[in-house]
């Protein structure tokens, strides 16, 4: 498969998949008081004043208008399809090339949410929804996204070779810039900024989360990233490395029969450790599978695995070091945990592709584009052989620009900022282990882990695979409980983790969202599908 035709597959893997909630249609709308400091703070603003308007002229009056950096461009009023309410769409433009979309509920509850993108952005995802949380329109929030400074396929980096500006937007500085024109914009629309201001991203727009957080701790005042790729430049060696094994070395390749293989072996192991066998592994901490096991042996030609595919696996799960050191002293990738290695084609997509001759995976994808257009600005070079050593000083200045690895979150966490991290421990495309370590050292840098429950929190979702595939429970709603603590309620514990209805497509409860280190645990009895039937233990 030639390079082109790879990105024309244009995965919906890296799209956040956007839906919506309920709420009444309503043609007035409630305007704070103009305030002269930014929106969000640890402290609502004072009490606001209805102003009635016509949202049709609201709507219609932003067009065209230029509003502090930012170029408005077409204005629509969407009428309500319930469950989504009446809003006002908008786009707008930050030269020279930052896009962003807005979309502005008639019935505004004084909030927005930020939309994380995807991949390698250049896109503006459906802005109503962000990751799994559901019906931000329909609670009041106002929302925004951003393609990040430039226009293209979420798999294609090509538009960073030699556009130094873009790529300063994407690794950094696009979600804030965007963010202060958004809060003039609103205060055009309603008469105020927002009270609170939320950002929630999946994959790279979990990246930007972590940025937001550790470089901009005034942006918002709570953030949400799900399977954050924040140690974006390890990760794209952590899939180079893996590439190299089975395409270099000699017999290195998984085919489909040696992932199936490993896939089952895996579950007859692991998957009860839980209390019930239904192809989740949830108890990681017990779960132990040792390669060799499914050795060839002399006479053997199938049905086990060769020495070169056991240093495959032995690959994928082990903590990759790559010979220099990037931002925040870092310089392994946290290998991938066991579980759902082939009933959802997991390692095909991500990890193996579908072929022995030519690399197709989407960790191949996105790793040649990393180091053709942002690392060796070549873009003809072959990354099958790429060595990191010989490019030292160009990763660790991409690694300091865009990894969000920064563990030190004491400005956020003293104007009142929460955190909450989520990841789906079957997701082969970021490691799960990577977002543990990063929580791990969060806490200790917070001084311990009673301080740093005051602020962050940790969730993982088993069975579930990068943007919401898999088996487990992949829709969760964080912007519910965020904004309640936030407004000073309870800090969020254990939560419900819900997944689709195969017959209806209608977001069910499944089992608990655990609190890490705790895991989902079946109680002996009960309805498989519910989580009733199950607990939080600890392992």
Known sequence: MNRTSRLALAPLCFALLYGCGNNSDD??????????????????????????VNPATACRALS????????????????????????????????????????????????????????YDGIIGSPDDGGRSTGILAKGFASVATDSGHRGNQLDGSWALNDAEAVDNFAVQSTHRVLLATREILTARYGAMPRRAYFEGGSEGGREALIEAQRFPDDFDGVIAREPAFNFTALQLAHNRIVQQMFVTPGGYLDADAVRLVGDAVTQACDALDGLADGIV????????DPQSLRCNAAETSGCLTDAQIATVNLIHADGDFGIDLANGLNTYRGWPLGLEDSSGAWPLWLTGSSPETPSSFGFTLQEQFLLYFVTKDPHF???????????????????????????????????????????????????????????????????????????????????????????AAANDFLTPIDAWVEGGAAPADLVGYRPDPNTNQLLPFRPLCRWPAYVRYNGSGDVNSPDSFSCALP
């Not at 703070?41 to 009635?52: D, F, I, L, M, Y």
């Not at 949830?282 to 132990?288: F, Y």
Request: overall charge neutral.
């Open 64 to 119: 065209g208008m230029m509003i502090g950096t930012a170029h408005l461009g077409s204005t629509t009023l969407v009428a309500a399809n319930p469950p989504s309410p009446q809003y006002c769409k908008v786009t707008a433009k930050i030269d020279p090339a930052l896009n962003f979309e807005l979309r502005l509920p008639t019935n505004w509850n004084q909030k927005l949410v930020f939309l994380g993108g995807g991949g």
């Open 382 to 472: 072959d990354t099958l052989h790429f060595d990191p050593t010989a490019y030292r000083a160009p990763l660790q200045a991409l690694s300091a620009l865009m990894d969000a690895t920064d563990p030190d979150l004491a400005a956020f966490r003293a104007r009142g900022g929460k955190l909450i991290l989520w990841h789906g421990l079957s997701d082969y495309g970021i490691s799960a282990y990577n977002t543990i370590d990063y929580y791990q050292r969060t806490v200790t840098a917070a001084g311990g882990q009673a301080a740093a429950d005051q602020f962050l929190r940790l969730y993982l979702s088993p069975g579930v695979d990068h943007t919401g595939g898999g088996v487990g």
């Open 27 to 52: 043609e007035a709308v409630a305007a704070a008081t103009p305030t002269a400091s930014r929106s969000a703070t640890a402290s609502p603003t004072a009490s606001v004043t209805p102003t009635v």
């Open 282 to 289: 949830s108890h990681l901490a017990a779960c132990h599978v």
